[in-house]
């Protein structure tokens, strides 16, 4: 029965560098929410899909910022030339319909 | 502005004390959820409220929305250094439910001194 997974759970990158966050959902969940959390703040909603369709990004950055749940594999949220104000935990979470259960994190730090 | 806000923003209690976390919206609820994250770590599902008046128990900790749909609280009894962490109330105020983008408080900071 294993939860929301996210990988990986550290990523360095250097400014001007791409990163890839991946979020399975738990088994038979077919919504995904992508959440930031910045140091010292509260958890920011970025983002929500169902397989192969957007819903909601009301929340996301206009440039470099991307999302993408697939028929088949897990949801990306992918992030293009880097920036140091990209540094911070990424949260994805999952749901059935109902209540939203979080994965364990993506910590990025943009060097 | 902060349309979740949470009191307090930390708390520290002896070990067997009772305690309270509150959760205060701007706006009307369709629904409250309440999570526990340890530092560094992801958040945990403690509970779900989504109607006025409702209340629901896990072990020692209660949670309570209230009728007006705009208040809950978080109640732990007899507390234990295992509750220690940081609460978060997230909510959906969009009307009728299940919109996905929850809103959250900037969390409630719980030490547990043995």
């Known amino acids: 029965n294993a939860g929301v997974m996210q990988n990986p759970r550290h990523l360095v990158r250097r400014r001007g560098q791409e990163a890839r966050l991946r979020c399975s959902p738990m088994k038979g969940h077919s919504h995904v929410y992508w959440y930031r959390q910045l140091p010292e703040e509260g958890l920011k909603f970025m983002v929500y899909l169902q397989k192969e369709n957007i819903i909601d990004e009301s929340g996301m950055p206009k440039e470099r910022f991307s999302a993408e749940f697939p028929k088949e594999g897990p949801s990306i949220l992918r992030i293009q030339q880097v920036v140091r104000g990209d540094s911070a935990a990424y949260f994805c979470a999952s749901s059935g319909g109902g209540e939203q259960y979080f994965g364990p994190g993506t910590r990025l730090t943009v060097t | 502005s902060q349309e979740l806000e949470q009191s307090p923003q930390s708390l520290i209690v002896q070990e067997g004390k009772n305690l309270t976390i509150n959760c205060t919206s701007s706006?009307?609820?369709?629904?409250l959820y309440w999570y526990k994250q340890k530092y560094g770590e992801g958040l945990i599902f403690l509970m779900m409220?989504?109607?006025?008046?409702e209340e629901k128990s896990h072990e020692k900790i209660t949670a309570k929305l209230d009728e007006k749909k705009q208040q809950s609280s978080l109640h732990i009894t007899a507390s234990q250094p295992s509750h220690a962490g940081i609460y978060l109330c997230g909510a959906d105020i969009n009307y009728g439910g299940s919109q996905g983008n929850l809103i959250f408080g900037k969390g409630t900071k719980l030490s547990v001194k043995p």
């Open positions: 706006k009307t609820l369709y629904g």
């Open positions: 409220l989504q109607k006025g008046g």
